[in-house]
């Protein structure tokens, strides 16, 4: 009789043998290209002639009735993906050509929300801000690759927001391309569209199109390069490929700890490739753990003492917390299939944890991720990785640890930049296996479906970046959908002092603190719109107030000293001046304003040292050193005279410097240099009396009478116009002795 060869067949890593409700068995006879595998044999139900596997390179006996499950040596399984340089550039090209379309607007945006926290932090704009960020805890939060980002950006495009914009799209795109990369290796079905959804996804655009989000693409490159070295390192059992996993993952903690889920999610991958998680895997993925746990419990620190300085922003209980980690996860897939109507601020829910249906949306994660575990060797595989990658990389912020955010809304858009990847992929994984089967017309659908798809959300996408184009948009956008967001608000009135508009400013803030009345950045900020009014005894119960709520807040005692300086309560405004340095040592403001209010008290060497103080906190600091120019001018001139240029190579423009160096020149027997600078002074300053006054006597002292009476002659208009009524007439008198003088001779 005739023997035929074994054919080989692919297979999804278990086999099912032919038949219908029964057990059947199969065994795995041989294996090709010198595989490795070991027997372990299993009972499963199968159909008929249904042969899956996702190792390729098995051989199945269909002569033989037992089940064999593969246990394959991954150091010598190469996988050989097919190389199509053009296709690979064809795909790149239209994926780099759909994320710049939808991201163009965010592009031309400005600097919104916090993104003043990079433009106008010291430690960014200062020589020595890489020290501060790596080694000490002065940063508002601890992701020192994000900073050093900045300060490198900040040097090449100083106040530009286009340049930050321009480098966050290019980390979005890279990042879609390594998704791309990612779930190919992976061999999930329709990964270069998945990988495009992600690039133009419209909730993404929290991330892409807000500067101060772009540690989380920073993040996510890191990431996503750690991922892919791993899986390679899994293909062939080279340590260089581990190593460089490991440090890839690292420069993503110090980019945002967000992604300390990493770990587990190697070993979800590595499930997905073999159907097991061998003991070898669990140890190789220790050191990934190591140093989420330690870049973790650091970003928890600083969360606690730099950003809440101590404060909770939730004091629920642990069973709400636990109720809430079910809500948040519906809300996210919501948002990923439905992205529409998205918002910087979502209303902050409101759950009653004693009613039993607040429970439901916890229940029910829980028991599909049950079922699909359950199923895990048929239908439920695929849900079972996606959406488990998905809850679990959305574990930091299911509300178990404490986010300043939190006191505003339990959830983010950008808080799922790294979580959606998973949905994405089951979704279209899941499509594309559909369409497949449907032949050349499910073909011709899923491209048409698929077209329609990132036509639709690429043109949200793009609307959805226009409304990054600056804060006011912003904050106008949040308030038409959610008119409760007293943030909004508080941000709205910010907007509106900052261009003189106190009236509308203060609307906002009255409105701010009607939605929350305990809000003290509201009651800080309508207490300085109403000191600039004149209302003092109102701005000071309401910044007393802001202290009583936030006694720690250094801002709001250095406003309230400001507020009782100008009521003339100079004693009460320098304990308030000291209270603020107290809780903020390196508040040069204060220091300045304690000086200031010292010297009014004629505690003049205080003063100095405080301005001092100032200055050495912030050497660019020119109110300070002019200032302290003032005090030391009578005993140190030349003292003085360095602290006033020191002051102008900060603010050339600083029109009161220019005057006291002029004063400082003419004490010292520079008239000359005086006058260039009395001139500068007035330049810049048209109705500065003093200088004009200044410089038309230094004119007429010098024999220039024509153009010092001239000049002397704008100051008639003042008030108190006496002084330049006697230095014209003493011009004109020395003119006429000169021409007298002159006729004489």
């Not at 269909?62 to 246990?71: A, F, G, M, V, W």
Request: aromatic share 12%.
């Amino acid at each position: 009789m005739a023997m035929h060869p074994l054919k080989p067949v692919r297979l999804d890593y278990q086999a099912y043998a032919p038949g219908k409700s029964t057990k059947k068995h199969a065994c795995l006879a041989g294996i090709i290209s010198g595989v490795k595998a070991e027997r372990a044999c299993s009972t499963v139900k199968g159909k008929d002639n249904h042969w899956r596997t996702q190792r390729p390179n098995l051989v199945m006996d269909k002569r033989s009735n037992e089940t064999c499950r593969l246990h394959v040596d991954p150091p010598t399984q190469k996988r050989r993906l097919k190389r199509r340089p053009g296709t690979f550039a064809l795909w790149s090209g239209l994926t780099v050509f759909i994320t710049l379309v939808s991201y163009w607007p965010a592009l031309h945006g400005g600097f919104v929300w916090d993104d003043s926290m990079i433009v106008q932090n010291r430690m960014i704009t200062s020589s020595d801000g890489l020290y501060h960020f790596w080694l000490t805890t002065q940063a508002p939060d601890y992701y020192p690759l994000t900073w050093s980002l900045w300060w490198i950006e900040w040097r090449l495009w100083g106040n530009n927001a286009m340049g930050y914009h321009a480098a966050n799209i290019l980390l979005q795109l890279a990042n879609a391309l390594l998704v791309w990369l990612v779930l190919r290796r992976m061999r999930i079905p329709g990964s270069w569209f998945a990988a495009a959804v992600f690039a133009i996804h419209p909730v993404n655009v929290a991330t892409v199109a807000w500067i101060s989000e772009q540690k989380n693409t920073l993040s996510m490159l890191w990431y996503l390069i750690s991922i892919l070295l791993y899986l390679r390192f899994d293909e062939d059992a080279r340590w260089r490929w581990y190593a460089l996993s490991l440090a890839a993952f690292l420069l993503a903690l110090l980019s945002k700890a967000a992604v300390v889920m990493l770990p587990v999610v190697l070993l979800g991958c590595l499930w997905w490739r073999r159907g097991r998680i061998r003991r070898n895997d669990v140890v190789r993925v220790v050191p990934f753990f190591v140093l989420a746990l330690v870049l973790g419990l650091v970003t928890v620190w600083f969360q606690s003492h730099r950003v809440l300085g101590g404060h909770a922003t939730r004091t629920d209980s642990p069973v709400t917390r636990l109720v809430v980690a079910g809500w948040v996860p519906w809300f996210y897939l919501y948002k990923d299939l439905w992205p529409f109507n998205l918002s910087v601020i979502y209303p902050k829910w409101q759950i009653n944890v004693l009613h039993w249906v607040s429970y439901l949306p916890g229940i029910a994660i829980l028991g599909s991720l049950a079922l699909f575990w359950w199923k895990r060797n048929s239908w439920g595989r695929a849900p079972l990785f996606g959406i488990g990658y998905f809850v679990v990389t959305l574990f930091p912020v299911l509300g178990f640890f404490d986010q300043g955010f939190y006191g505003v809304s339990l959830v983010a858009d950008h808080w799922q930049y790294f979580s959606m990847v998973g949905i994405i992929a089951l979704a279209i994984g899941t499509a594309t296996r559909i369409y497949q089967q449907w032949g050349q017309i499910g073909r011709y659908a899923g491209l048409s479906v698929g077209a329609v798809v990132l036509v639709v959300w690429g043109t949200a996408a793009r609307t959805r970046s226009g409304v990054y184009a600056d804060s006011r948009t912003l904050w106008q956008d949040t308030l038409a959908k959610n008119p409760g967001a007293w943030l909004a608000h508080n941000n709205l009135g910010y907007l509106f002092a900052g261009e003189g508009d106190l009236v509308d400013a203060a609307q906002h803030y009255e409105e701010a603190l009607r939605l929350h009345s305990e809000y003290s950045a509201a009651h800080n900020n309508l207490g300085t719109v109403l000191v600039r009014n004149g209302k003092l005894s109102e701005a000071i119960e309401h910044l007393m107030r802001a202290a009583q709520i936030e006694p720690d807040w250094s801002a709001t005692h250095n406003n309230l000293g400001i507020a009782f300086l100008q009521a003339g309560e100079t004693e009460k405004a320098i304990e308030e001046f000291q209270q603020a340095i107290r809780y903020a040592p390196d508040y040069v403001e204060a220091y300045e304003n304690l000086a200031n209010a010292l010297v009014k008290m004629g505690r003049k060497r205080e003063a100095i040292e405080d301005y001092k103080k100032a200055t050495v906190l912030s050497p660019d600091f020119a109110q300070a050193h002019n200032n302290l120019g003032v005090l030391l001018q009578a005993d140190r001139l030349s003292e003085a005279m360095a602290h006033y240029e020191r002051a102008l190579e900060a603010n050339p423009d600083y029109a009161e410097a220019h005057f006291n160096l002029g004063n400082a020149l003419v004490q010292s027997g520079q008239p000359e240099s005086a006058i260039r600078h009395y001139h500068q002074a007035l330049r810049l300053k048209p109705e500065y009396l003093d200088a004009r006054y200044n410089l038309g006597v230094l004119l007429a002292n010098d024999g220039q009478y024509d153009k010092a009476i001239q000049l002397l002659q704008g100051g008639l208009t003042e008030p108190n116009s006496q002084r330049f009524r006697r230095a014209i007439e003493e011009a004109k008198q020395a003119r006429s002795t000169k021409i007298g003088r002159q006729v004489a001779d």
